[in-house]
């Protein structure tokens, strides 16, 4: 697709003037069946990839209800307390716990701190007397140390900068006791506690935050007379605390995370009576607070975790109001907003959040109404925030926290469409005259770093490059007369896949087909995919270039594998209609892609799809199993304009389903399933490419006596049949879309049309009635003996497969073409083929002998591969009458035209042709005719051929015989047979038949042969 850009109201609209901004295209590609459209989406959307959200890992042995839980310094987690002595470490790289050593108490309520050297320090939660120990990874082994000065329960724990640690608050017992002011200091190297200052105010339940400045927040709490809304800073340097400004919300048993900029973010928790879903800001810079966006939800006895990217992820809880809770959402700090994510599989609260190595957040433990052994892992893959939009484009918010593909990111990107988006995307004049320029051949889709791009404005404002623009700047490349200094260039990023899933649903239909639907078999392939993009370089002055973004160019797919599919139909159809069934989406991995000084990862999907496509003119019931099985590989490249393919495929012979179906009338259900590989940016822009196995079924029934008279009486006879026919096809399909200008779908860019799997002829005939599939021959119920009478012969009007691969996209709709087989009841038959179903074939014999006679015509098969053998068997009186003179009909011109080839295989290799045209003049008294043929080549080989002639009975039809024979010695006249070979052909009056030998010589290292090739025409004797 083409389309042509109008420049001079792009420069009237760049210069600030007001103009008509409509613009010229060509028309979508025919293949093409959606109609683009953009989808706008409110301010505020969030989507989320198919890669984000919880997943189920491995359950814990045991139960822990308010465990402790650390990640060790080699990436796996320790869980344990909770009621139990019993621990346990998860390991990331297979999802499974295994047990450690027991702890020394059931730790309930306790703090676990991992220290410098890998160690990790539990301390207070338990009522045996032990007030603190160390487990050690290295070993599994637990071993005390110091006692404690106060036992604590609902205390914080702080790891300060030089290592030691700092106990603060608490309670002295587990249900009620005093709350404790008191603080203590624990030191690794002499494994000792010392006492500090206690706090201004005592509190137990409360957060302790450790500050950039090495110094610690304690926040809010359960105090001795409610809850407190006070906080108060720590310094090691002095060991002193310091008042500073009081919350906005009075709370216990909230969280407190220290964001990226320094500020502590506080969620939750709140008095009786308040809100719980109040968040606020605390700022070491004033030590003081603010409001911030409320949650979602009302939660107390939740997890708050940083993430890689920033964003602090709250799940769990319990609230008086929706009790325990499975609901997450993410706090944005730039946007300061909250944004809803998947729900956890369990609901839980008490429960821990630990952050693994690989960006993702283990939650496990807790207390649930259901599974408290469980455990789930938060992957932060994508999210998208739509910020704001125009027409033809929008900016989005982007980011991640998984680590283990590309780093944590979050981005905030102009995606922009095309002509429209390009004239209102409110870029700088040289951005925007840069993405017209790439537009004016193709459909493009631009991703521009808005941070790179307020930092180009800001820097043409001061007239030098800020920090950060020289940061990622590179320098310009040399160029004559002028040129470009900064060319835009092309990037190129692929990944290889394996991958194995089932294509099993099971589904209860309704509204048009009142029955099931159940899908199986499986794909197992080998794919590899590529993302092309060009990359955006802006020009800064003569400081040097910077990438603003990039233009998506294309997706390339390359897949080897095996697919096996089958389905089963049972259900009631009524009416058209279709359905469509997602099944399953898992995300294979992703392609990073730098956006400026971001790494944005390409997201790569299998979205598996299951449907059923009904066309219905009644009503009627079937049920059907089949199975496919298909080897293939493809390569296909998608851009915004169109996708091409090249596609080979292997299939093996499918098995014949048992068919139970009643009908009277035509159901058509086409079964799919698709498995398709997508890359993209979420909905923000995607390609993808995919593969849709067909099992076509077609349920057929006729009752009537409107379907042709057979026998020509003028009556049409009375007709009931119905049958099932069952095909395979398989369709490689594409997709492209953007938000900005919709999607573009390609139902087959590759089909392998309707190859055939089974037909069932389901109603024989009833006594006096036919079957859609029998032939028609009419013409006269009587004729005299030597008469030469006509016949007619095709298939009846009802014929219910008049074309050929009518569902292949790609491939030519062809008439249905029909093999035939006429016997008349006297020796003479012959085969034929209708390159239609109603073409009439007008066929002439003469019985020479008078009585009845039964000639039948046999439908044999039709051009796709079903086989029929079914008949009409009509009776003709043939009535005794003198023997004519001969009729000038049986006076036969046969002529043969063709050549005689053979070969001397030799250096060099030889060849002779032999030019045949002769005639031979048959009639009753002289039926036969026999020509020879010889000829020699090089004095070497010998080809010799004799072909006869015969005229048959009906004395107008003629048959041809041709014996070939080839020698080979040191003389044309030697005996020495080196091979042999016949054929035969029938030349129906007027017709012809072609005669065709080939001959080849025994020897192991001879090529010498020979090729008869002959048509033999019958005509009428002039």
Known sequence: MKRTMKFGALALLLAGGCVDSSFEKTAEPAASLSTPKAQSQALGTVTTSDGTGWARTGNMASAHLQQIAIRLQDGRVLAAGGYSQSAELYDPATGTWSPTGDAPASYRNATATLLPSGKVLVAGGNDLGISASLFDPASGTWTATGAMVSPRYYHTATLLKDGRVLVAGGSDGEYGGNVLGSAELYDPA???????????????QHTATLLASGKVLLAGGQGTVGLLNSAELYDPAT??????????????????????????????????????????LFDPATQTWSATSPMSNPRRLHTATLLGNGRVLVSGGYDDATGIQ????????????????????????????????????????????????????????QVKVVLDEGTGWQLIN??????????????????????????????????????????????TVFFLNKKVLDELRISEQQ???????????????????????????????????????????????????????????????????????????????????????????????????????????????????????PIVRPTLGVIAIPVGPVVIPIDVSLPITAGIDVKASTTGRISYDAKKSVSLDYTATCTFDGCESTTNFSSPPPSS????????????????????????IFDAAYAQVGLRPYLDGDLWGYTGADCGDADGDGVQEFVQGGYFDLNWRLNVTAEVSALVFGTKEWPAIFSTGKQ??????????????????????????????????????????????????EKAALIEERDNTINYRLEWDDGASEEFTGARFDEVFNKRHTWVTAGTRKPRITLLSDGHGRNYGTSYTRNITVTAQPGPTPHPEYNREVLLQGRLDALEDDAPDVRKTLWISDVAHLNPDSPTASFFYSMCVEDEVRAEVTVKLTLLNDNVTVKSEA??????????????????DSTEAISARDGNGQLHLYVRTTELFSTDDMTLDLTVTNNQAP
């Not at 040129?483 to 209860?508: H, I, W």
């Not at 068919?659 to 993209?680: L, T, Y």
């Open 756 to 805: 055939h799997i089974a037909f069932a002829n389901l109603v024989t005939s009833v006594p006096g009635g036919w079957t859609p599939f029998d032939p028609i021959l009419e013409g006269s119920a009587t004729t005299g003996q030597y008469d030469n009478t006509v016949y007619s012969i095709r298939m009846r009007p009802c014929f219910p497969f008049p074309k050929d691969n």
């Open 463 to 581: 007239g030098a490059p800020t920090p950060y623009l020289q940061s990622i700047m590179e320098p310009m490349e040399p160029s004559l007369m002028g040129g470009d200094k900064c060319p835009d260039k092309v990037g190129r990023a692929s990944k290889t896949f394996n991958f194995y899933k089932p294509l099993n649903l099971e589904k209860k239909l309704d509204e048009g087909l009142n029955g099931t639907l159940a899908t199986k078999g499986d794909i197992e392939a080998e794919a590899s995919a590529e993302v092309e993009v060009l990359k955006i370089r802006e020009p800064f002055l003569f400081f040097g270039c910077v990438t603003a973004g990039f233009d998506l160019n294309h997706l390339k797919l390359e897949a080897h594998g095996a697919l096996s599919y089958g389905a089963t139909l049972e259900g009631t159809v009524t009416y058209d209609n279709a359905w469509q069934f």
């Open 239 to 280: 060991g002193a605390w310091t008042a500073v400004g009081n919350l906005g919300t009075a709370r216990s048993r909230h969280t407190a995370t220290l964001l990226n900029n320094g500020q502590v973010l506080v969620t939750g928790g709140a008095a009786d009576g308040e809100p719980s879903t109040r968040a606020e």
């Open 657 to 680: 389903p048992p068919v139970v179906a009643s009908i009277q009338g035509r159901i058509e259900p086409s079964v799919w399933v698709q498995a398709a590989v997508r890359a993209g």
């Open 326 to 381: 499975t609901a997450a959402e993410l706090y944005d700090p730039v946007r300061g907003v909250w944004d809803a994510m998947p729900a956890m599989a369990v609901p839980r609260f008490q429960h821990t959040a630990t952050l693994l190595s690989n960006g993702r957040v283990l939650v496990s433990g807790g207390i649930s109404n259901s599974e408290q052994d469980s455990a789930e892992v938060f992957s932060a893959a």
């Open 398 to 443: 982007v980011s991640g926290a998984n680590t283990d593909e590309v780093a944590p990111y979050d981005a905030e990107l102009y995606v922009v469409g095309d002509e429209a988006g390009i004239s209102n995307v409110p870029v700088s004049d040289a951005v925007r005259q840069h993405m017209a320029d790439l537009s004016e051949t193709k459909t």
């Open 190 to 204: 002499t494994g000792t506690w010392t006492a500090v200052a206690a706090s201004s105010v005592a509190r137990t």
């Open 963 to 980: 014996a070939g024979k080839l020698f080979e010695e040191e003389s044309c006249d030697n005996n020495s047979l080196e091979g042999e």
